[in-house]
């Protein structure tokens, strides 16, 4: 591996602008160099190989042009029988590896279901990158980290790149200004009740305990508007922990998580739960106010231990025995425009297991289907009017050294030709009121629609 050295700055935001409209480029960061915690960020583009899974179970495998098709219902597993022994010695955590996104209904496969909704996208997009750029900022270093299996052509391009930036390193860019999106729900009120109502009769008749009732809004966007000016319109009024840009092969994934799904650093898993909300407070005594009375919450404190029971169940599977802890639980965090409950699980990976191996078992995250996971994701797909295409999927990546991470990809946008998709949601137990439930998905999601354009209806 090929370690070179680029001056540093406090995000890598202004390295990635230079490549933010290219093939596959992708940027995983927490938007705020300063918060706790978080000492690393990458980026990349121009991937040696993509795998895209498409709607009927199939793999498209695509390299130096050419494409290859390959049937499977489980494009994880696939995926990792093609992996490369953990490299050793690579004190960063990307290097080289596998990166991008799965769709929410890549899980159905998994789990022997299939979905009555078209997905407007290919169902999993993961690229191979073997270079990237890795900054530091607990030492304040920037790296340009390039693969011994980097190909020549891509090589020169890199190598290209990088003298490029190093002889004239990139400033903050003020993103071009962009039209008002006109945003429109596609969930009317009264169909959403219809539909919450629907719901609440399974919780009822004990088909399940829980289950992540969502809607979707929409906004016509012109072509000539870049990727990268919606999202640098989106992270400059938004700061999440777990972060993506992804530009797919007939996608682009913009995201603004605030939710971890599953870390894994030399053998040790993480995975933090969010389930119960509240918006923040106009002033410093309500915000108090309203994370205290969601932290003393009986409904929402319940909710999150069911979903912390399912997580505890999937991480298990690939666990070694006796590893799996609750150090917190239901632990009220202060994001952006809400307030959730946020609860940790960890466990240390048993011998034979891989990352991708967790990452399967667990997908779709139990935060956003409910409880039972099977039976409440059937009746989602019974009850929702169209796909979630990447939202409620994950976004990950996993080193060639064997670490991996993922976020839940709740506040995220997906670009298509033409328009852009947002989603919110809740999670729907016995004594969930259909109203508070409907404002509560729109809360969610009215920072990221405000900061692009406006809202009409509910």
Same mark, same amino acid.
């Given at each position: ?35 706790? !915690? ?16 498409? =709607? ?31 490299? *050793? ?81 990139? *400033? ?18 009264? *169909? ?77 898993? *993480? ?28 409904? =929402? ?68 289907? !409910? ?28 080193? =060639? ?33 259909? =109203? ?23």
């Amino acid at each position: 591996m090929q370690r070179l050295e680029l001056p540093y700055t406090t995000t890598a935001r202004p390295y990635f602008a230079t490549l933010a409209n290219e093939v596959g480029a992708i940027w995983f960061h927490s938007g705020n160099p300063a918060r706790e !915690g978080h000492r690393w960020e990458w980026c990349s583009a121009w991937p040696e190989t993509r795998y895209r899974m498409l =709607d009927n179970q199939q793999v498209e495998c695509e390299q130096q042009g050419q494409t290859t098709l390959i049937d499977t219902p489980d494009f994880l597993s696939w995926l990792a029988a093609r992996q490369p022994n953990p490299v *050793t010695g690579c004190d960063l955590p990307f290097s080289s590896g596998l990166a991008g996104h799965l769709n929410y209904e890549a899980g159905y496969g998994l789990h022997g279901l299939t979905s009555r909704h078209p997905s407007p996208t290919c169902l999993a997009s993961i690229d191979r990158y073997e270079w990237s750029l890795v900054l530091d900022h607990q030492q304040q270093r920037a790296f340009l980290c390039v693969s011994e299996h980097l190909s020549d052509s891509l090589r020169q391009r890199v190598m290209a790149w990088y003298e490029t930036v190093r002889r004239r390193p990139p *400033t903050p860019e003020v993103p071009p200004p962009i039209e008002s999106l006109a945003w429109r729900s596609g969930m009317s009120r009264e *169909t959403y009740q219809q539909h919450f109502a629907a719901l609440k009769e399974y919780i009822l008749a004990g088909d399940i305990y829980q289950a992540n009732l969502t809607r979707p809004w929409y906004a016509d966007i012109e072509p000539g508007v870049s990727d990268w000016s919606v999202y640098s319109h989106l992270i400059d009024r938004i700061q999440a922990p777990y972060a993506v840009y992804h530009r797919a092969a007939d996608h682009t994934l913009m995201s603004v998580s605030p939710e971890r799904f599953i870390t894994i650093d030399q053998g040790h898993i *993480t995975t933090q739960p969010i389930k119960g909300t509240r918006p923040r407070g106009a002033s410093p005594d309500e915000d108090q106010r309203l994370s205290q009375a969601l932290e003393h919450s009986e409904k =929402d404190r319940a909710e999150n231990l069911m979903i912390v029971d399912l997580l505890r169940n999937d991480i298990s599977r690939n666990a070694r025995v006796g590893s799996v802890k609750v150090p917190e639980l239901c632990k009220p965090v202060a994001f952006s425009n809400v307030h959730h409950l946020v609860s940790t699980i960890t466990a240390d990976l048993a011998t034979g297991s891989t990352p991708l191996d967790v990452l399967r078992d667990a997908f779709p995250g139990g935060s956003i289907t !409910g409880a039972p996971k099977r039976r409440a994701m059937e009746i989602i797909d019974e009850l929702e009017v169209c796909a979630r295409g990447p939202y409620c999927g994950t976004a990950f990546w996993l080193s =060639d050294n064997g670490s991996f991470d993922s976020n839940i990809l709740i506040r995220s946008l997906l670009r298509t030709p033409g328009q852009l998709m947002c989603s919110g949601g809740g999670g729907i137990v016995a004594d969930s009121i259909a =109203d508070d439930e409907y404002e509560e998905s729109a809360t969610k999601v009215a920072h990221i629609l405000n900061a692009l354009g406006t809202v009409s209806g509910g």
